[in-house]
């Protein structure tokens, strides 16, 4: 069997025109590989999303919509819990008022009940320090404006002291109030600054 020149026995030449063909090129080289300088982000391919599709579009609508309803739901939450605590703070706004006017009332009852006992008893000073301290819960109280006036009434016919004390007290009570403190009392002879005749009959009855 004759060989040719260049031949490998049992190989066709093929072979060796292949390793010339690839001779002094490397498989990794910059010209075998695409370039990404060439990468269009704009071409849409088949299978591939582009960024500003119809899907991409969607998923920013939804983060908006949910971002507003988190926003309305902690809005409302707050709303609520402003609302309870305005409701809270009325409430006890409210109870504390009426603490306040239970107490003076329980006050003002108090002591006129006592200033009445003292009247009673004949001991002015006393009765006249309870009316005023019923007086401090209630200015406008109809008993103790009456029990006060009726004291210094006293006074000023015993003693002839708080004369016009007892005159102011008088014209701050009501019409009713003075016809009957006038009924029953000599009020002309009480306001005079004389002293009562002795043995007189006492005019006005505590």
Known sequence: MVLGHGKIPGHSGTACKHRKAFQ??????????PNPKHFDA??????????????????????????????????????GSRKQFVEYHQTIQLQQRQTALAERDYRYN??????DDFRR???????????????????????????MTLTLLAKCYLYQTDCSS???????????????????????????????DEGAPFPLQP
């Open 24 to 33: 002094g090129r490397s498989l990794l080289s910059q010209s075998n590989l």
């Open 42 to 79: 704009n071409s849409s391919s088949p299978g591939k999303l582009s960024p500003f599709g119809t899907l991409h579009w969607g998923m920013k609508l939804f983060q908006g919509l949910l971002f507003v309803a988190v926003l309305m739901t902690i809005l409302y939450i707050s709303w």
């Open 110 to 115: 108090f002591f006129t009940s006592r200033g």
């Open 121 to 147: 008893v004949g001991n002015w000073e006393a009765a006249q320090e309870e009316y005023g301290f019923a007086l401090i819960a209630q200015p406008k109280g109809t008993e103790a404006l009456r029990g």
């Open 166 to 196: 007892a005159k102011t007290y008088l014209s701050s009570l009501s019409i009713e109030v003075r016809k009957e403190i006038g009924g029953t009392l000599q009020l002309e002879e009480i306001l005079q600054t004389k002293e009562p």
